[in-house]
């Protein structure tokens, strides 16, 4: 019987603390969601949506496409992806890559396991709370900022790009097909583990 045991970080254990100076340079907003960018495979990725109702790390197949990646490197995934309203969702496979969330001072290198679907979304990745809690990562939709630990122990504060965050939120108005919450659920009797998507409606 194999069992996956998943990784920590081995991350100092700091506070991460939002403050009044946090807000200096948060534009007025209703509710925007916090969308940052990162790093992978030496290139800059955009879009990126911290999101907390996510029980697993998500890379759409265009931006997967984007990175010049090779399929080979996709891993076999037996579970079912389905939408909101029932529709099934095309599941490509399981890669793990290299990320590194930087604010420009220090940054912070980890793996990242990422479900590789072929679905429409306004963002290209859907960073769940395998990753935020792996790195032990904090998000303020009301300070607009992520904090993280790097492993020297001094706090990362990466803004959220309220501008594309906004652009992102009018696309997904637009063709009704944003993905915000992923859950796994546990396997049925049939053995298949399914996993559900929320679209946003």
């Known amino acids: 019987m194999a069992v996956e045991v998943q990784q920590v970080d081995q991350t100092p254990d700091v506070d991460l603390v939002f403050t009044k100076a946090d807000l200096r340079d948060v534009i007025p907003h209703d509710n925007d969601l916090v969308v940052i960018s990162l790093v992978t495979t030496g290139m800059k990725v955009h879009r990126v949506l911290m999101d907390q109702g996510s029980s697993t790390d998500v890379m759409f197949f265009t931006t997967f496409n984007q990175l010049q990646l090779s399929t ?22 399981h890669i793990e890559l290299r990320k590194t969330f930087t604010d420009d001072t220090t940054s912070h290198t980890t793996n990242i396991r990422y479900l590789v679907v072929n679905a429409p979304s306004a963002y290209n990745i859907l960073l769940g709370r395998p990753t935020l809690n792996k790195i032990g990562a904090v998000a303020s939709t009301r300070h607009m900022k992520m904090k993280l630990p790097s492993l020297e122990g001094a706090v990362i504060t990466i803004k959220s790009d309220q501008k594309e965050a906004k652009k992102c939120y009018e696309n997904n108005l637009k063709t009704k097909r944003g993905v915000f919450a992923v859950t796994i659920r546990s396997p049925s009797e049939d053995g298949v583990t399914r996993v559900e998507i929320a679209w946003e409606i």
């Open 72 to 93: 080979d490197r996709l891993r076999p995934c037996t579970e079912c992806l389905y939408g909101f309203v029932g529709d099934q969702v095309e599941v490509r496979g």
